[in-house]
């Protein structure tokens, strides 16, 4: 409780600072600010317990478990399975497609009408959903043949500069931010701690320098997806 | 009353999100590895208090904290504020903004402190190294990476320079970084450039990255609004990196000075 309050302190003194000091306006509704505060607090709390409780020791014993049972096939099909369902259903990720949708529509890409900004927002986060399971894949892959880090994720690097040089421009700005949006709160600690147990349950990997890595790839196969979205739809 | 029953909305649509993911994992759990949890009963607990405390996490941020820090970033970027005339045609000097850098900054920072993923992270990142990364050096690391990422993103807003410009550069000195950087932190280092945007961070920079882009002129919300996220995904890396560049450089100063008082 007392770190959670920790945690959020920053926030609190920005808001403060610059309603008061910068904008010198009054806090509006104070009661309203002090109860949603607490709840933030409750609810961070919570959260880091049930992490340490639930998240953390199911993403380990799952990477165990299929470690031990030795099939790659049915490993690589749970990766994608965790990739694709966790995203496809992102808030987050959904509310990016709808603006990209307008985007596209107001740039003349595709026919303004509610029907077709429907499908490419659909589209859109298809192949977003799509390109996260590749990316989770990849990742678990790497892990087990102890591929090193930066060559997969420089070879994606070239990958969005390749197509940015060739997307329409519309596109650009969208894809570079959904490689952000695609990583849930409760996304990241399975996938970091499915990663974790997986290098530690395979002998020769270190979790540190083999562990740590899916979220990068997550966050980086969706532009170059999304770019090319962009370009097929064109 | 209104407050508990928005709650329990919250609650509802939490618990639709999970949903997928435990299908997911149980699913595997019971058709493919076909073992019993060990310890069901408390990863169940587990899994009930991450539901309840992200409904109440987001709850509070939606009553509370958005809401203000919304209007905020709209009044930090009205043009009365930033001084910009009526009819005016072009944005002025980038300096005349410079209480909207301070802002990015400050809000990049303190909403990355309060990122729920950012802490899990930084909690597995201290366990496995065996404490050799603190939970806070990593997780004010990755703060001040997101400060800077969306402080210069506001910059490239203001001054309208093309987004790929600035992503290509930052790409070629992660490239750089890399090679020079300790191999142990690469895979973190990459990682913590996924996780800090996301419930807290995303809403208030894109109503930063909105306000700025309506407000300017001469700029398209449609067009120049996107791109604070990609920053702010960006520039962790390299200050992670930099992170354990530094303290390394630390660590072997202390060693070779302790070398250098022996042999006195």
Not at chain 2, 55 to 73: T, V
Not at chain 2, 205 to 215: D, E, I, Q
Request: aromatic share 10%; glycine share 12%.
């Amino acid at each position: 409780m007392i770190e959670s309050i920790r945690d959020l302190a920053p926030i609190i003194a920005v808001i403060a600072f610059f309603q008061l000091l910068v904008l010198q306006q009054p806090i509006p509704d104070l009661g309203g600010l002090l109860v949603g505060t607490l709840f933030v607090v409750i609810g961070l709390t919570l959260f880091v317990h049930g992490l340490r409780l639930g998240l953390f020791p199911i993403g380990e014993s799952m990477a165990h478990d299929f470690a031990h049972k030795g099939s790659l096939l049915w490993l690589l099909l749970f990766a994608f399975a965790l990739g694709f369902g966790t995203t496809v259903a992102e808030p987050a990720l959904i509310a990016v497609a709808a603006e990209a949708a307008q985007v596209a529509a107001v740039g003349g890409m595709i026919e303004n009408s509610e029907a077709s900004m429907t499908s490419y927002a659909d589209g859109l986060r298809m192949t977003v959903a799509l390109s996260v399971g590749i990316a989770i894949t990849v990742g678990v892959l790497r892990i087990i043949k102890g591929w090193p880090v930066q060559y997969l994720i420089i070879g994606g690097y070239m990958g969005v500069v390749i197509m940015t040089a060739v997307a329409p421009k519309e596109i650009i700005g969208i894809a570079y931010d959904s490689g952000g949006v695609t990583t849930s709160t409760i996304t990241v600690p399975l996938v970091t701690a499915l990663g974790v147990g997986l290098a530690s349950s395979i002998r020769g990997r270190n979790p540190m320098t083999d562990g740590f890595g899916l979220i990068a790839f997550a966050s980086l196969t969706p532009m170059i997806f999304g770019m090319g979205y962009g370009m097929v739809i064109q | 009353m209104t407050r508990l029953t928005d709650l329990f909305w919250t609650l509802l649509a939490t618990v639709r999100d999970v949903l997928p993911i435990a299908v997911i994992l149980f699913g595997f759990q019971l058709l493919v590895l076909r073992k019993k949890i060990i310890n069901l009963h408390q990863i169940l607990t587990g899994f009930v208090f991450v539901l309840l405390g992200l409904a109440f996490f987001l709850e509070g941020l939606e009553q509370a904290l958005f809401p203000l820090g919304k209007l905020m970033a709209q009044q930090l970027t009205a043009p009365e504020f930033l001084g910009i005339k009526d009819g005016a045609t072009d944005a002025g000097s980038w300096t005349q903004y410079l209480w909207v850098y301070l802002f990015a900054f400050a809000i990049g920072f303190s909403t990355t402190i309060a990122e729920p993923s950012l802490i899990a992270v930084a909690i597995k990142a201290n366990q496995v190294s065996a404490g050799a990364i603190g939970t806070w050096g990593l997780r004010i690391s990755v703060a001040i990476g997101v400060a800077v990422g969306i402080s210069l993103g506001s910059y490239r807003i203001v001054t309208g320079t093309p987004l790929h410009y600035y992503i290509i550069t930052g790409y070629i000195l992660v490239i750089i970084q890399t090679i020079y950087c300790p191999k142990s932190i690469i895979a973190l280092a990459y990682d913590s450039g996924g996780v800090t945007t996301s419930t807290v961070t995303v809403p208030l920079v894109a109503a930063l990255g909105l306000g700025l882009s309506t407000n300017i002129p001469g700029r398209n919300p449609l067009l120049d609004g996107f791109g604070l996220i990609a920053f702010a995904s960006l520039f962790p890396i390299m200050s992670v990196m930099g992170y354990a560049q530094l303290s390394e450089w630390v660590a072997n100063r202390a060693r070779s000075k302790q070398r250098g008082d022996g042999r006195d």
